[in-house]
């Protein structure tokens, strides 16, 4: 038996599931089912008084008979069972649980009461649960996924940690298409005893974890989690995304989590003391984290633009000059340096327009310049198609040759991202691309968007996403030194 | 010869493209490859005076030594010759034509010198042309793709015309990836003959354009703009994202397409009186044209919300009311109705939210009976995979059984969306959907997309996606009605 309570939620070696079902409706078949079918290599423990036998596993008919105590019990029973069966972990010994059942807290005085029974009843046992109105837990590196969906996102440097179970599957679902994987995805629903701080805290020091993506609807305690935030963001990112910022939002939220939403403006001065970065959708919320994933961080906003379009070149410009970067000017120095890779035509500014008919090293070197100037602390680049090996406009139209061309100009663009990583590394600033994969169809950019991932890189689709995750970048930065940036 | 300059431009029988070319790397030969790739019906003559031929077709040394008359020129030749080949044009007395080179305006005084005598020399032998600086015109009901990328967008009721040839590609490929068709994309360059407000002008009676995406850097007479602007919206809705609102984005839009950007407020103003929908980005503008190509106009701001997913219904009332949506109270009656189709702990409240278990008929008799309130005028849907037939967490493992049950599901996902079109329909009132495919990968979630187009159905990815695309509505509707909604 495992004694941490964080690792006997999280690293579980037994789990008993309790409210498990032969109904294919009901999640106490589909949550036992993926725990089954993500690989959980531990015991697996279903509990239900009139059954047998679920999925070829021994049902047992209370807690009291299980034989051993589980590491952590699953409770997916209905709300006025709930009670009952807290008092039959505690009696068992069980440490830690996952509730995922509705109606409490959520629904009002008569469920707030039973919330405050069943908390009451845990914490007099030693007993610590996430939820409840919630939908579980997924931790990758013990293969343990307490969910609903019936994906299964990868072990990966990422966690989540949501208010909302929906938002938890989101997130997670994010990460996996971009070729990412998880540490832990956590929906910490109405958060009776278990709290945001706590998994904050656990987050800071479990080494799967680099970037923390979060879904916040509202605090318990304030004071406590802008001490932990403070803390935390010293040793990783958190990026938030903090919901009920208008009066039907906060409705919402208190009858979704019972949450109390607060000021919008409170919580924007939050976050510039904690150093979270709060993030305006679930998108940027990702697109954050994977940037900071990979990139270094910027010590200014001086900004570099080099673009393969003249288009995205200007709306780039307009994202990054709005979000408070500075499109500098490039010495006379690196303008003639550049003079000698583009045409003649070039329109020796910033955003570098690259015009049409330049291609291959000449690209790199272009970058590599423009990240040489001094007051340049971080670089964008669009439309990564004329710095590929493989000429996107030479795509063949035989289906078959298109197959085998599709995978060249796959290798193609990893291989342009690891070029560019590199320069980012050598120089030590951020270097973000948007790009279309202008030669793709929609399936083939998904799928590039996937194999770019699996190698540590991540292409944005538009300008104004890419120069969000700059911004976040900036502000992170700042936070870090102690001085705005 | 067609005789009208705008069916010359876009329904050619018979192309030149002078500066033709054999060299893989220039835009003389991939204008060309593409022209032939795409399948153009008509004549193609290339014209270079050192190639005899390209791609198995003659080419012609000069202007003049053409059998015939061709309805239209695309001219690919180094700045400097292009003055000589519009008059060739003109003496051959072509009426129409797409200059793609670079090199004019953009570039500063000389380059506008020339600019202007070539426009001087156009307008006296009765010839227009698109660009200079541009690249490419698509004109998919002709099979005529005068275009730099390798991918073809089918016939279909979306017209493109944007300031910047990348853009153009970029707005083609993403209604492409929704499984949608342009009427007719033009990349206007600097506008030194056509300007934007002839094409709108075009654009209003074109018989297969049924909405507008613009892409705007400046303007060469704001009047006429307006002017036009105006009438046209009340035909067909122009939505347009208008580039360089910071000063650093006015400054590559200058040096980009030689525009003068302007001040945004006068541009907002402009939209006002215009009844033009401003977009915030190139995926917002997309978003906001494909919703406005199949979804009945709200005619207030009263919302209802349904939601299969607590924190996404959160969300989604927060971007709508930050909006100006009123997130509506419903009546007693209707409560008390959707109390016998939901779980006794639904929240009771608008957003509706649907709660797990759920499914099925009874989330489309839900969202009935809210568009029946009286003071809803549109409608949120979130998260689509209850009302599926197929189960979306029932996803088989094993590879075959998947592939199979993939066709399923995607099946039951377009007929989700043709009933919640036909309820759109029977009320009249806008019902945008957004949702994850949270079974799916990425790739089959693009794939999903794209069927749903080929459908006449869009599913958005986020909920302030969707809630962009009804604020587009509302005050698309609002012009129409003569009155700010």
């Given at each position: 038996?495992?004694?941490d309570?964080f690792?006997a939620?999280f690293?579980?070696?037994?789990?008993?599931?309790?409210?498990?079902?032969?109904?294919?409706?009901?999640?106490?078949f589909?949550?036992?089912?993926?725990?089954?079918?993500?690989?959980?290599?531990?015991?697996i423990?279903?509990?239900?008084?009139s059954?047998?036998?679920?999925?070829?596993?021994?049902?047992?008919?209370?807690?009291?008979?299980?034989?051993?105590?589980?590491?952590?019990?699953v409770?997916?029973?209905?709300?006025?069972?709930?009670?009952?069966?807290?008092?039959?972990?505690?009696?068992?010994g069980?440490?830690?649980?996952?509730?995922?059942?509705?109606g409490?807290?959520?629904?009002g005085?008569e469920?707030?009461?039973m919330?405050?029974q069943?908390?009451?009843?845990?914490r007099?046992?030693g007993?610590?649960?996430?939820?409840?109105?919630?939908?579980?837990?997924?931790?990758?590196w013990?293969?343990?996924?307490?969910q609903?969906p019936?994906?299964?996102?990868p072990?990966?440097?990422?966690?989540?940690?949501?208010?909302s179970?929906?938002?938890?599957?989101?997130?997670?679902?994010?990460?996996?298409?971009?070729?990412?994987?998880?540490?832990?995805?956590?929906?910490?629903?109405?958060?009776?005893s278990?709290?945001?701080?706590d998994?904050?805290?656990?987050?800071?020091?479990?080494?799967?974890?680099?970037?923390i993506?979060?879904?916040?609807?509202?605090?318990?305690n304030?004071?406590?989690?802008?001490?932990?935030?403070?803390?935390?963001?010293?040793?990783?990112?958190?990026?938030?995304?903090k919901?009920g910022?208008t009066?039907?939002?906060?409705?919402?939220?208190?009858?979704?989590?019972?949450?109390?939403?607060?000021?919008?403006?409170?919580?924007?001065?939050?976050?510039?003391?904690?150093?979270?970065?709060?993030?305006?959708?679930?998108?940027?919320?990702?697109?954050?984290?994977l940037?900071?994933?990979?990139?270094?961080?910027?010590?200014?906003?001086?900004?570099?633009?080099?673009?393969?379009?003249?288009?995205w070149g200007v709306?780039?410009?307009d994202?990054?000059?709005?979000?408070?970067?500075?499109?500098?000017?490039?010495?006379?120095?690196?303008?003639k340096?550049?003079d000698?890779?583009?045409?003649?035509?070039?329109?020796?500014?910033?955003?570098?327009d690259?015009?049409?008919?330049?291609?291959?090293?000449?690209?790199?070197?272009?970058i590599?310049?423009?990240?040489?100037v001094?007051?340049v602390?971080?670089m964008?680049?669009?439309?990564?198609?004329?710095?590929?090996?493989?000429?996107?406009?030479?795509?063949?139209?035989?289906?078959?040759?298109?197959?085998k061309?599709?995978?060249?100009?796959?290798?193609?663009?990893?291989?342009?991202?690891?070029?560019?990583?590199?320069i980012?590394?050598?120089?030590?600033?951020?270097?973000?691309?948007?790009?279309?994969?202008?030669w793709?169809?929609?399936?083939?950019?998904?799928e590039?968007?996937?194999?770019?991932?699996?190698?540590?890189?991540?292409?944005?689709?538009?300008?104004?996403e890419?120069?969000?995750?700059?911004?976040?970048?900036?502000?992170?930065?700042?936070?870090?030194?102690?001085?705005?940036?």
């Open positions: 038996m495992v004694t309570k690792s939620l690293y579980a070696r037994s789990v008993a599931l309790v409210g498990a079902s032969n109904d294919r409706r009901k999640w106490g589909v949550t036992l089912k993926h725990l089954v079918d993500g690989g959980f290599a531990g015991r423990y279903p509990v239900n008084p059954e047998d036998e679920i999925l070829g596993l021994k049902v047992y008919k209370n807690i009291g008979d299980l034989p051993e105590t589980p590491d952590m019990a409770i997916v029973v209905p709300p006025p069972t709930v009670p009952d069966v807290i008092k039959q972990c505690v009696d068992k069980i440490k830690a649980g996952i509730i995922i059942t509705a409490f807290a959520e629904l005085s469920g707030a009461r919330q405050w069943i908390t009451d009843t845990a007099a046992g007993m610590v649960f996430v939820g409840p109105n919630c939908n579980g837990v997924m931790s990758p013990n293969k343990q996924y307490v609903f019936s994906f299964f996102v072990p990966g440097p990422i966690a989540v940690v949501a208010q179970g929906n938002v938890m599957d989101s997130l997670a679902r994010q990460v996996m298409m971009y070729g990412q994987g998880c540490s832990v995805c956590i929906a910490s629903g109405n958060e009776a278990l709290h945001i701080e998994y904050l805290e656990y987050l800071a020091d479990d080494p799967h974890t680099r970037v993506l979060s879904y916040i609807e509202g605090f318990k304030g004071d406590r989690f802008i001490k932990v935030a403070r803390e935390v963001s010293k040793k990783k990112p958190i990026i938030m995304v919901a910022r009066q039907a939002g906060a409705a919402a939220a208190a009858s979704h989590t019972a949450s109390i939403a607060g000021s919008d403006v409170i919580f924007d001065a939050v976050c510039k003391q904690t150093g979270i970065i709060r993030a305006a959708s679930l998108d940027e919320l990702v697109n954050i984290g940037g900071l994933l990979r990139q270094p961080l910027p010590k200014g906003r001086g900004l570099g633009i080099v673009t393969a379009g003249g288009g709306l780039a410009a994202a990054c000059a709005a979000l408070g970067f500075n499109v500098v000017k490039l010495p006379e120095a690196t303008i340096e550049l000698k890779l583009l045409p003649a035509w070039w329109n020796r500014g910033n955003p570098v690259l015009v049409a008919g330049v291609a291959g090293d000449n690209i790199f070197k272009a590599e310049l423009v990240m040489q001094p007051w602390d971080s964008m680049f669009l439309s990564i198609m004329p710095a590929l090996k493989v000429r996107g406009f030479d795509a063949p139209q035989q289906p078959e040759a298109r197959e061309w599709d995978k060249e100009i796959t290798a193609a663009v990893i291989e342009a991202f690891e070029r560019l990583n590199a980012a590394d050598k120089y030590q600033k951020p270097l973000v691309v948007a790009s279309e994969h202008m793709s169809t929609a399936v083939e950019q998904a590039i968007g996937y194999e770019l991932g699996k190698n540590n890189a991540v292409c944005y689709h538009m300008p104004h890419a120069a969000a995750v700059l911004d976040a970048m900036a502000k992170y930065s700042g936070y870090l030194r102690g001085k705005a940036l």
